[in-house]
């Protein structure tokens, strides 16, 4: 299938200034003259009529050659950008794969035998596959069309240009060479030097592991940018809920009234703070509710609230001294414990600073009754308190402000960056014992070796290639 030509439109869909149609495959010079009724001179735009089999001109524009292996995707590839009309563009994709199973008089067969719609992400993936980008720049080309901040999209690009294939290949590098260091000491047992010490292997893995900690949080950052961060909403019903998420979002987007219960349903918003994606999801009140539309809303917000990354528990400064209310919020504080994963946070945060009196104010208990060491204090109306809870859901995000150089990553990057310093943290003990621990920890290099690999590429399944690349758009 690799072989094959393949054809798609490369903008867009809807209307635009200027549409492009990309075709990639083996000598496409026949096509060219038969979509172009002339050569085209490489790298260089040419202005022509875009004709059809008639000779009826569909459009004028530019037609671009790029011969293997100096194109994208190091095969021969041919772009016509013409009007960014639906019509125009679908005629000329129709007229590219006309004209491949005409017959060209010169060999008595077609002009592109097998040209074909590309599948998402195909020019992309044969730019991997043909070893014009890695694995990490081609997924930061999915990156980078939807980044959702600036910060995001920089970050892409600096993965687009190879900053983090770079980071990977310096671990490889130094990953490689104290492999050798072991599989020679293994293969010359005989030997009166001592390989590893005279080496200084052990300094050399302790060099590589600082260095992997440095990588791994640089991806985790970059993870952030791209992926952000849940934060959901709970709290008792007229707790402000809706009213924070207004104003965090900066917009009215979910229904505020005196009425408890006036939510129902999830309603989300992303927003970002200093460039990192936060999704904010409002929930339905959480009580004991008897109306069934309630019920359900209550349903769907616990459901949100196990799969947060941040759970936002917002309490009522107003409400505060209320021995009803207190052991409410101790029930629900109760059941956040069973349910939530130890590792996710529940931030509280007390609203209605602008409504209640100095003395409850600098009083308040924490979620159950306890004393609060630093409570956090808000009111969404006048938007007191709202920065400082900004700063906090990027404190347990875990983002530096002031990290540099970060690159976009995924989630499948960090999880390969931790096997490798698992493998690196069980390599180490075993350079301990010397002589009698040596095989082991060559296969613990190895396997280290090969999850860094999986970053970049070099060891990838084709199933990893196919869930990577079918999330791409048609025509990238």
């Known amino acids: 299938m690799s072989q094959s030509a393949i054809v798609a439109i ?49 459009d004028r524009g530019l037609a671009l050659y790029f011969p293997a292996p100096h ?39 077609a002009r592109l035998e097998g040209l074909r719609i590309a599948k998402p992400g195909e020019f992309s993936e044969r730019a991997f596959l043909n070893d014009k980008i890695d694995l990490a720049q081609a997924e930061a080309i999915a990156d980078l069309i939807d980044a959702s901040t600036e910060a995001a999209a920089r970050s892409a690009s600096r993965s687009l240009a190879g900053a983090f294939s770079q980071e990977v290949h310096a671990l490889l590098d130094a990953l ?58 709970a709290g008792q019903p007229n707790a402000g809920k809706s009213s924070l998420l207004n104003a965090l979002a900066g917009a009215e987007l979910a229904i505020v009234t005196p009425v408890a219960g006036t939510t129902r349903d999830v309603v989300g918003q992303t927003i970002q703070i200093e460039g990192v994606p936060v999704h904010v999801i409002d929930t339905a009140g959480l009580r004991e509710a008897q109306d069934a539309v309630e019920q359900i809303g ?28 207190i ?42 009754g306890e004393p609060a060491s630093a409570p956090l204090q808000l ?33 499948r990057h960090v999880q390969a960056l931790a096997r490798v310093e698992g493998h690196l943290h069980s390599a180490q003990r075993l350079l301990q014992a010397q002589a009698q621990s040596l095989d082991l920890m060559a296969e613990e290099l190895r396997l280290a070796q090969n999850a860094l690999g ?22 990238k």
């Not at 409410?328 to 996710?344: E, G, T, Y």
Request: charged share 20%; aromatic share 4%; hydrophobic share 50%.
């Open 454 to 475: 999986e970053i970049t590429g070099a060891f990838s399944s084709d199933d990893l290639l196919g869930e990577i690349f079918s999330r791409f758009c048609i025509g």
């Open 176 to 233: 490689i060479h104290l492999r050798m260091l072991v599989e020679a000491t293994l293969d010359f047992p005989e030997e009166e030097i001592d390989f590893l010490q005279k080496a200084d292997a052990q300094g050399q893995l302790d060099r590589l592991q600082a260095a992997l900690a440095r990588v791994m949080g640089q991806a985790r950052q970059g993870a952030l940018l791209r992926e952000g961060i849940k934060v959901v909403i």
């Open 71 to 109: 194109s994208f995707t190091g095969e021969d590839v041919l772009e016509l950008q013409a009007h960014g009309g639906p019509v125009v563009l679908q005629l000329l994709l129709a007229r590219c794969l006309e004209a491949a199973a005409e017959i060209n008089p010169a060999t008595g067969r």
């Open 10 to 58: 490369a903008t867009a869909p809807g209307r635009g200034a200027v549409g492009i149609v990309r075709v990639s495959g083996p000598a496409l010079a026949t096509l060219i003259e038969a979509l172009c009724a002339r050569p085209l001179r490489p790298r260089e735009a040419t202005y022509l009529g875009l004709r059809d089999a008639q000779g009826a001109e569909i």
């Open 379 to 411: 009111s969404a109306k006048t938007g007191a308190g709202l920065q400082a809870l900004r700063q906090a859901l990027l404190g347990l995000a875990g983002w530096q402000p002031a990290a540099e150089g970060v690159f976009i990553a995924r989630q």
């Open 298 to 325: 209550i349903a769907r917000a616990w459901e949100q609230i196990v799969a947060a990354d941040v759970v936002l528990f917002l309490h009522d400064l107003t409400r505060a001294h209320a021995t009803e209310y």
């Open 327 to 368: 052991a409410a919020d101790a029930q629900i504080a109760s059941v956040l414990r069973q349910k939530m994963p130890a590792k996710v946070p529940v931030l509280d945060v007390w609203n209605k600073l602008d409504a209640a009196s100095p003395s409850v104010a600098s009083t308040n208990s924490a979620a159950g």
